[in-house]
């Protein structure tokens, strides 16, 4: 019975998993200490439920942006502090699950977490939502640094996710801390080959990503 129940249990793992296109990485296989949440694949999001083509709580990434992931992290370590990501690989299947949610307009479940002050109408014009996403490609993240002594994210001044100026890179109405917070995280990605976007402190991607014009759509798990 013991080898039945341990032939079931090593069953099921390997059903879990899957075979990543060539060049792809669970970021775990590369570094296990980087931190991840997922938002994705709960409720705590700006759509309010778990997103179309996110199965399981796993960090997917291009190998060479788990590979430049993990020297950020070596550096980060040294100073107490340690990656935390909220996304990356994202499925086109999610980007379809994010426009279809856009072009429901009085679906607001979260609009006074992730943005209170936008109508829900405009999200496409002002380029919070898209039919593609650089995300798809597999070398995009979106993450934040957090205390490795106290596990607290380090404030940022605007939350993951909030549509509005304040998560622009070059918002300047941030305490000195936020500010410090701020420059730490973008220093740190920027010395390994990351590029961060304007509109979002969290989001980057790799220079020279590998797969720059091709969108996958393979599930997260």
Known sequence: MKWIFSFF????????????????????????????????????????IPVNGYNDDVLITSTLTAKALKKVQAELTKKGYSLKVFDAYRPQTAVNHFV?????????????????????????????IATKSGHSRGSSVDLTIVNIKTGKELDMGSPYDFFGVSSHITFQKLTKNQKINRSLLQKSM?????????????HFTLRNEPFPNTYFDFPIK
């Not at 920027?190 to 969290?202: C, Q, S, T, V």
Request: with cysteine; hydrophobic share 35%; charged share 25%.
């Open 9 to 48: 249990l090593f069953t099921s793992i390997v059903i879990q998993s899957q075979n990543l296109p060539e060049g792809f990485s669970y970021v775990k296989d590369i570094d296990p200490t980087i931190l991840r949440e997922l938002r994705y694949c709960n409720h705590n999001n700006f759509v309010g």
């Open 100 to 128: 279809k949610w856009a072009r429901v307009i009085n679906d607001t479940l979260m609009k006074q977490q992730y943005y209170p002050n936008l109508n829900k109408r405009h999200l496409f014009k002002l380029g919070y």
């Open 190 to 202: 920027k010395k390994f080959g990351f590029r961060p976007y304007k509109n979002e402190w969290w």
